[in-house]
């Protein structure tokens, strides 16, 4: 299966600064990814599918201007949080779809005081 | 839509247990149905998977059986080890065309003790 790894595996900011969280395959080229996030004793929610070479595909309730997802090549998605409130903290997971199953990334713990 | 639900833990059981943990699900068509389990510290890893009705996936001494008259894709093991105690997500895929992301359940915390 495909090896995703992610950075930083954890990260404070201040309130409204912006973040950037990496998604790497390290051994599989991958036109598609996804980002989901994970909020204390809950489930994981899709965020948003990120297609290289062209724009992610947002889930309903999800504000594309906030949560920037770049995919610019077949092994780095990039999810920027843009200026970043408390609320946004938050475990961001992402996952690569290699031959219909996904491979997900060990998280990023963001912290936004 | 799609949804999942499971039941909420913490599940609580001793060293050679049986396991019962519950999943159903509400999709349209004939989704693709897995557990994943996310152990401390780990990223989440695929437990196991079943594509089709009346499928049964199984490993590491895990199974579920995918039930389509009962929405249900139960997962059991017969005998527990301190080594099984993680996070368990149900989870379901549809079928299209493209690649789609998944929708979880809320997740199970199975704790075993010696």
């Known amino acids: 299966g495909a090896v995703v790894s992610q950075h930083p595996s954890r990260v404070i900011c201040k309130s409204g600064t912006s973040v950037k969280i990496e998604c790497r395959s390290l051994?599989?080229?991958?036109?598609?990814m996804f980002w989901y996030r994970q909020f204390p004793k809950k489930s994981l929610m899709l965020m948003a599918t990120?297609?290289?070479?062209?724009?992610?595909?947002?889930e309903q309730g999800v504000e594309k201007d906030k949560f920037l997802i770049n995919h610019a090549s077949l092994t780095l998605s990039t999810l920027t949080v843009t200026s970043a409130h408390p609320e946004d903290s938050s475990f961001y997971i992402c996952?690569?779809?290699?031959?219909?199953?996904?491979?997900f990334g060990p998280g990023t713990r963001l912290t936004v005081l | 839509g799609n949804s999942v639900t499971q039941m909420e833990g913490p599940v609580t059981l001793s060293e050679e247990a049986f396991l019962t943990i519950n999943c159903t699900y509400t999709a349209t068509g004939y989704p693709s149905l897995f557990w994943y389990v996310q152990y401390p510290g780990e990223g989440l890893q695929l437990l196991l998977k079943?594509?089709?009705?009346?499928d049964k996936g199984s490993n590491k001494g895990f199974e579920a059986t995918y039930r389509k008259e009962t929405t249900s894709f139960h997962l059991e093991k017969g005998s527990v080890q301190v080594s099984d105690s993680a996070v368990y997500f149900c989870?379901?895929?549809?079928?299209?065309?493209?690649?789609?992301?998944?929708?979880f359940g809320k997740g199970t915390h199975l704790i075993i003790q010696p």
């Open positions: 990120s297609n290289e070479g062209s724009k992610a595909t947002y």
């Open positions: 079943a594509t089709k009705a009346d």
């Open positions: 051994d599989f080229q991958a036109t598609t």
């Open positions: 996952s690569v779809d290699s031959y219909n199953e996904q491979f």
């Open positions: 989870a379901l895929r549809s079928r299209g065309g493209g690649a789609d992301g998944l929708t």
